[in-house]
């Protein structure tokens, strides 16, 4: 087996691993967390002098950062019987690229500031008024992103591409927001049709058997 994943998929380690399974690739997952100084050792940094996870070493070439291996992968393979994750013309390349992109520079800091401020840290460490901030530092952005599902089911032409796992990756960590739900139902009904996937749903199984392997 030449595909490898490193990183838990209690991270952003989901996204490569999302597209790996929703497309039925062979792999191997490797599942290092973020914590405890598994991203320090000189064999890790090898592969990512950055020291963070995810990376895909793909028979050799390596790629770091989420977003990035997750347009790498849905480039790089197609699945056996399954529809292309990637582009087939370059009106949908220029929107996998625009909205992934989107994703992180609109919406994932202010995203995972809601999650660890709601769900993610120890109770007594949360501040509501940090969720509640970044909740309505987030809203115009998602307002966009309604719009556009406005007159269409996915994000990139008329079925489920790499950009919907890139942006539904991030704004999974808000879907407990209620004003999410409120004022962007369009962007709301799109996130459960892409939280619900089958592919999506096993990546959540690893995730709860590494958050349990990693306590």
Not at 165 to 187: D, G, H, K
Not at 196 to 212: E, F, K, T
Request: include cysteine; charge should be neutral; aromatic fraction near 6%.
């Amino acid at each position: 087996m030449t595909l490898k994943i490193y990183g838990i998929a209690a991270s952003r380690a989901s996204r490569p691993l999302w597209v790996a399974h929703e497309l039925g690739l062979a792999h191997e997952h490797i599942p290092l967390s973020y914590q405890g100084g598994a991203t320090r050792t000189p064999e890790f940094l090898a592969l990512n002098p950055n020291g963070h996870i995810p990376v895909v070493d793909d028979d050799g070439v390596l790629v770091w950062e989420s977003m990035a291996c997750a347009l790498y992968l849905a480039g790089r393979f197609q699945g056996e019987g399954a529809e292309p994750l990637a582009a087939v013309n370059h009106a949908e390349q220029a929107e996998i690229l625009r909205w992934s992109f989107w994703a992180v520079t609109e919406c994932e800091k202010d995203a995972l500031t809601f999650l660890m401020h709601t769900v993610a840290m120890p109770e007594e460490r949360r501040k509501p008024q940090l969720a509640q901030e970044a909740e309505r530092r987030l809203l115009p952005a998602l307002r966009v992103l309604d719009q556009h599902l406005q007159i269409r089911r996915f994000l990139a032409g008329e079925r489920f591409t790499v950009a919907d796992i890139c942006v539904a990756s991030v704004l999974a960590w808000v879907q407990r927001s209620a004003e999410l739900e409120a004022q962007c139902p369009r962007v709301s009904a799109w996130l459960a049709r892409c939280l619900d996937r089958p592919a999506q749903q096993q990546v959540r199984a690893l995730a709860r058997r590494d958050s349990g392997r990693n306590l």
